[in-house]
């Protein structure tokens, strides 16, 4: 008799960002931030199952907690959400049930030596209590699944311990048995052949798998076990999780499309919305080459490569950036070819004669040779230099004032000069910049332009300790078209390099809009 549970054509995504993530060192959730994180993941992510937190934590997990159920029970989301409890003789079953949850994740222990060293207990003295919970749970109306930790511990040195807590799990009434790879030290091999053994086993039984990624093997393992027939993966958002973190959600949902024969419900046009606002939030920023999300995963570098996907997309896989809701960039460096160049000036709407083309390579290369970062966003300024013709600011920053002081809201004050007109405005921020910049919008608003939002603040500051150096500041916006704006500023001053780079912003969005 087959597994009825087994390599079901979907695959059930459970995200633990608001649970194991918030494990991640320095990361710590507002009930505000949960609520909002919950909503993105639920509403727009379309994840299966949520874990949105801890039983017995903290006064603001049981605030958070409860937020997010009041929310969710007003959509008929409810039972997608799951809570961490503890074999703790129902105290977890009671401030689960006093929160308005209706599904407990059982911790249990899943390993004979982490059974016999963390509790002190013998498995069968373990096992009664386990059981004893479970059925208070279900008294209480909680579905309950069971997390069997160092799972993957277990199996490779104590299989009969694993073997007789399942054989009693299936027993009660138990949803879910989900398998922890706590330690990160199964490979796809081992794992295929555990959930085999478990399957020829337990043939009825319903599992899910949990990936954690020390060996860099997190999303291998859990390819691996969806095609081994598992029935959920457990993800969070930009792998966030303790030490080297649980397995990525956007990678392992293009992995499942596009490398497998089943599928998931999640919406994957949302995914870099939902990693930029987990990347703001947890304050954890994505590595540059992160598959899917990383800010130059969809950039070509090398000329020859422009020239491929110029001659008929030669350079290009199914991870297509407009599948995600971005747009494929061309860097602009000394690898730099002519298709490179012919690219980002069709992008911004620019045509050049040969001879100009072949000149602003020529100085996009010059400029790559000696470390000078170039963005698409300062081929203008380079053709001005190129034709002797500068480049008339549609608005200047003719003056500003901040003013930041220890016991007071920073505040800005600016003069803007635009079409001849002389524009003045003022704001308080969170920082002398973020002052500058709400001023900027204030002013433009009276005008009718609207900024766009900031998406990146990147600083860099020559390593010697010299505090006079130079300092390049480069500022990522969105214009809300999936083309963000890049523009960088240099100046001995960090604040007045933002401010220049903000400058060059607003006259590329104001050309743009012309």
């Known amino acids: ?105 059982l911790l249990t222990k899943g390993s004979e030596k982490h059974c016999r060293v963390q509790l002190g207990k013998t498995p069968e003295e373990h096992f009664s209590q386990v059981a004893k919970n479970i059925e208070y749970a279900v ?39 989900m398998l922890p790879d706590t330690l990160g030290i199964i490979n796809p091999e081992n794992l ?8 020829a086993v337990f043939p009825n039984v319903k599992l899910d798998f949990h990936a954690h990624n020390d060996y860099g093997l997190a999303t291998a393992n859990s390819l691996a076990a969806i095609r081994a027939g598992i029935s959920g993966i457990h993800t969070t958002v930009n792998g966030l999780g303790e030490r080297t973190g649980n397995q990525s959600l956007c990678e392992i949902a293009v992995a499942i499309s596009d490398m497998t024969s089943r599928k998931t419900h999640l919406c994957e046009k949302q995914f870099q919305y939902a990693c930029d606002l987990l990347q703001t939030i947890s304050g954890k920023r994505n590595a540059w080459n992160s598959p899917i999300v990383g800010s130059d995963v969809f950039t070509q570098t090398c000329g020859v490569h422009a020239d491929g996907d110029k001659k008929g997309n030669l350079y290009a896989n199914a991870l297509l950036p407009e599948r995600f809701c971005r747009r494929r960039r061309y860097a602009l460096g000394k690898l730099s070819g002519k298709a490179s160049v012919d690219k980002n000036l069709e992008l911004m709407g620019l045509e050049l004669d040969k001879e100009t083309k072949r000149k602003v390579l020529q100085e996009v290369i010059r400029l790559g040779d000696k470390k000078k970062s170039v963005t698409p966003e300062d081929l203008p300024f380079i053709i001005s230099d190129i034709l002797r013709t500068p480049i008339t600011n549609a608005a200047q920053f003719v003056n500003y004032h901040i003013e930041t002081n220890l016991n007071d809201t920073p505040h800005a004050n600016v003069e803007i000069l635009y079409k001849k007109k002389l524009i003045k405005a003022s704001a308080s921020g969170d920082g002398g910049y973020d002052a500058f910049v709400k001023a900027v919008r204030n002013g433009m608003k009276k005008v009718g332009v609207l900024l766009p939002k900031l998406l990146d603040y990147e600083v860099r500051i020559p390593p010697g300790g010299k505090t006079d150096a130079l300092v390049e500041t480069t500022i990522t916006w969105d214009n809300g078209d999936g083309a963000p704006i890049i523009t960088i500023g240099v100046d001995s001053d960090q604040l007045a390099a933002a401010i220049e780079a903000t400058e060059k912003m607003l006259n590329l969005l104001l050309s743009r809009q012309q």
């Open 1 to 105: 008799m087959g597994n009825k549970n087994r390599n079901n054509k979907y695959v059930e995504i459970l995200d633990t960002s608001l649970r194991d993530g918030e494990q991640t060192p320095g990361v710590s959730f507002t009930p505000l931030e949960k609520l909002q994180i919950a909503r993105v993941l639920l509403s727009k992510v379309r994840v299966d199952r949520l874990e949105i937190g801890s039983a017995r934590v903290s006064e603001g997990e049981h605030l958070g907690v409860t937020d997010i159920i009041h929310w969710a029970e007003k959509r008929n989301m409810q039972e997608r959400l799951e809570i961490l409890g503890f074999v703790d003789d129902g105290k977890s079953v009671d401030w689960i049930k006093s929160v308005g949850g209706k599904v407990i994740n």
């Open 192 to 199: 295929t052949r555990y959930l085999d053994w478990l399957y």
């Open 139 to 177: 008294e209480q109306g909680l579905t309950v699944n069971v997390y069997l930790e160092d799972w993957s511990g277990g199996m490779r040195d104590s299989f009969q311990y694993v073997h007789a807590f399942i054989s009693r799990l299936i027993t009660l009434p138990v949803a879910r048995i």
